[in-house]
Each structure stands twice: as C-alpha cells, then as structure tokens.
C-alpha cells in the first residue's frame, strides 16, 4: 500500500510541475465530488454500523458458519453484498468470525464482496457513475469475489 502511496505522490507533484493551473482545477474537482458524495456514504456507515453493533458476531457467525461450505460461502458473498463498512472494522470482524469457527472460504466470500460489491451503494453509484456502469462494477465485482473465495477454500 505504501508503494501506491508513494506512486500517487510521485504522480501529484509531476502533474503540478507540468501544469499548477489544471492540477489545482482537478484536486478543487475532486474535493467537490467528495463532498458531495459524502453525506450519502456517511448516513449509510452511519446506519450498517449501529446494525453491526446490535448484531453479536456469534449470531453472524452462526449465519454464514453453515455445515454445507458452499452455501456459507453465498451467504457471506451476500451478506458482504449488503453491508457498509470501513475495511479497519471489517478485518478485526473477519479475525472474530475465524474465532467463532467460520471457515476462511466463507470469510473470504464475505470481506472481498463487502469490499467489492455494493447492493446499498448501488443508486448512489447509478446516480454517479451510469447504470450500466454500476451494475457491470458490480457483478464483475461478485464474480471475482466468489472465484478468490473458491481458490481460498481450496488451499484452506
């Protein structure tokens, strides 16, 4: 991540020696779409959180911890799906499901559709990005994230 990081810096500061005027226009550009889009985003962290909170990981764990591997693994993929939440809340909750007993297959399917996938973020991002833009993401999204869920439960 730091590489990236560092490769976005290194790509800021050339942009802004090239051209100061376009490079100010874009991150102005930038700061507006952000904050527009924020309300939005917050407002729906805001809710899956207090959600998550009243929901005890033994009882997540419990849905997704099915006997039958592959039914789990939907599970997770959809519940992942439908959830909102930041990737530092998501881990620590991915390593407490371990705990409770489901399986890393599982915890893959959900943690990379929770990441990939967005079924409550999806009018935001039809209103953004297009419809068909938004649900190719999205089903690209699922796609990739049950295949990396079948390779994990295949090393497991």
């Not at 590489?3 to 976005?8: D, G, K, M, P, S």
């Amino acid at each position: 991540m730091f590489i990236l990081y560092l490769l976005c810096m290194i790509m800021f500061i050339i942009s802004f020696v090239i051209d100061q005027d376009k490079t100010k226009k874009a991150c102005i550009n930038a700061l507006n779409m952000f904050l527009k889009v924020l309300p939005s985003f917050l407002f729906l962290i805001c809710i899956m959180s207090i959600i998550m909170c009243l929901i005890p990981p033994s009882i997540i764990a419990e849905l997704m911890g099915s006997q039958n591997e592959k039914i789990g693994m939907v599970l997770g993929s959809i519940l992942g799906s439908m959830v909102v939440m930041p990737g530092f809340i998501v881990f620590p909750l991915a390593g407490i499901l371990l705990k409770e007993g489901v399986s890393l297959s599982i915890l893959a399917s959900f943690t990379t559709t929770l990441m990939m996938v967005g079924i409550l973020t999806l009018p935001i991002e039809i209103k953004y990005f297009g419809k068909k833009l938004a649900i190719v993401r999205n089903v690209n999204g699922y796609v990739i994230a049950m295949i990396v869920s079948v390779i994990i439960g295949l090393w497991s």
